[in-house]
């Protein structure tokens, strides 16, 4: 799980819990249910765009792409292996 799905795992558990302990009328019997049930479908379209918008791949207008290896190397300085890095002209 990476960390933009956690924080909006995170959100969207807190707009749920948030919208239950808020009463949103007067007490009347039966006629909250669809408020909690609208909160909870809510908070979930929410959470799975904002956890789906990370895999978004870059569109390249008018231009070409120039991709090559680069060596990356662990915060202790040793190699771990080559990525494929491509950027925009």
């Not at 909006?8 to 009347?28: G, K, R, Y």
């Not at 809510?42 to 904002?50: D, H, L, P, R």
Request: charge should be positive.
């Amino acid at each position: 799980m990476s960390f933009k799905s956690k924080i909006a795992s995170v959100l969207a558990v807190a707009t749920v819990a948030i919208s239950l302990a808020i009463p949103t009328s007067s007490a009347q019997a039966g006629s909250h249910g669809w408020g909690i049930g609208a909160a909870i479908v809510g908070s979930a379209i929410v959470g799975a765009a904002v956890a789906n918008g990370a895999y978004v791949q870059p569109v390249y207008v008018d231009g070409y792409r120039r991709c090559r290896w680069e060596r990356q190397y662990n915060a202790y300085g040793y190699y771990v292996g080559n990525v494929k890095v491509c950027r925009a002209y």
